[in-house]
């Protein structure tokens, strides 16, 4: 977990500037490895996590001013662990994330069950930088660490039947207790069609701002997805469907007429209840954190085209 760099830093994330505290992490990151310095913090983290430093930066990645990492860390949708934004990062604290297996299964030549660490070994981890636009009007600009969807799904070789995937979040209600109020239906579950997914934007994040994912992000490991609606992005995942026909998803199944299987970041495709044109920056003051919701959220030339012909009123 985030051992060595909770220690290393004596100065309060809230009073210095979220790209200083990030380059000021890394440089510990890279010291603490090096030189050995904390042994004890070192030999907890997982053997992948001490990769970390030569990390490569994806040109993927968005330019725009990061998000703190208490903005991301304490602002968070994660209904397993509550519904308000506060809720995450008070209840998540206790849920241990490993070990963690993730199951393939359905239209693959090569299903099976995998240990977390089985991804990740192999993986060319980066760092990317993403907006995260949340349908309910608001943004916030991370770095993940992790590795393509696209480079991890070929490697189950799926075959000509499947059209889409689907992805499970863990369902525990001992170790996710916002799983007792039947808010959502449990467990959590998304999908992407298989074109969707092997476009080269789709990452599994398994850290954020050089550090391994905190448990209120979707620990250990969460997709992302930059052109749709935050809540595509399905968090704590542990398992993965290739199937012939279209995976039904929480959102769709709880409010259908309100949230879509395509859920792209669109401004000009309303919700029912809100306008999507406008959004809001989290952490900016209120004169400066209205944006245009961007088309595509910025994506159009890598995914504009999965859509030629479709009308996105209609998808939405
Ligand atoms: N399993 C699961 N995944 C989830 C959610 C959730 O409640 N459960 N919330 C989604 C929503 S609505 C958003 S906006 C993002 C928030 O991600 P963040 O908290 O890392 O910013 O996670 C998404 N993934
Ligand atoms: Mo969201």
């Given at each position: 977990m985030s051992i060595i760099i909770q220690k290393s830093s004596t100065i309060k994330s809230s009073e210095i500037t979220p790209k200083s505290i990030y380059l000021d992490r890394r440089r510990f990151m890279q010291q603490a490895v090096a030189t050995s310095v904390l042994l004890?913090?070192?030999?907890?983290?997982?053997?992948?996590?001490?990769?970390?430093?030569?990390?490569?930066?994806?040109?993927?990645?968005?330019?725009?001013?990061?998000?703190?990492?208490?903005?991301?860390?304490?602002?968070?949708?994660?209904?397993?662990?509550?519904?308000?934004?506060?809720?995450?990062?008070?209840?998540?604290?206790?849920?241990?994330?490993?070990?963690?297996?993730?199951?393939?299964?359905?239209?693959?030549?090569?299903?099976?069950?995998?240990?977390?660490?089985?991804?990740?070994k192999p993986a060319v981890l980066e760092e990317r930088i993403y907006r995260l636009r949340c349908v309910e009007g608001w943004s916030m600009v991370i770095p993940w660490v992790g590795f393509s969807l696209a480079d991890m799904l070929k490697g189950f070789e799926p075959t000509s039947k499947a059209k889409y995937v689907e992805f499970t979040t863990l369902l525990d209600e001992s170790r996710m207790p916002g799983q007792k109020r039947r808010v959502l239906r449990w467990p959590y579950t998304e999908g992407l069609r298989i074109d969707e997914a092997m476009n080269e934007l789709p990452f599994m994040a398994v850290g954020l701002y050089g550090e391994v994912l905190p448990n209120q992000n979707g620990a250990p490991i969460r997709l992302v997805v930059p052109w749709k609606y935050g809540y595509k992005s399905i968090k704590s995942i542990v398992k993965i469907r290739f199937t012939e026909t279209q995976p039904q998803t929480t959102w769709n199944v709880t409010a259908p007429k309100e949230y879509g299987f395509y859920s792209n970041v669109n401004p000009t495709v309303d919700h029912p209840r809100w306008s999507q044109k406008k959004e809001r920056v989290i952490g900016l003051p209120f004169w400066q954190a209205k944006r245009d919701t961007q088309i595509f959220n910025g994506y159009a030339k890598q995914v504009a085209h999965l859509y030629d012909g479709m009308d996105l009123n209609k998808y939405f």
């Open positions: 004890t913090a070192d030999a907890m983290l997982p053997a992948w996590a001490k990769k970390w430093p030569e990390l490569k930066h994806s040109p993927y990645s968005s330019s725009d001013k990061l998000n703190s990492f208490e903005d991301i860390t304490t602002y968070n949708n994660f209904y397993e662990f509550g519904t308000s934004k506060k809720d995450p990062h008070k209840n998540a604290t206790k849920f241990n994330p490993r070990p963690w297996s993730i199951t393939v299964e359905g239209e693959c030549e090569k299903p099976g069950v995998f240990d977390l660490e089985d991804f990740i």
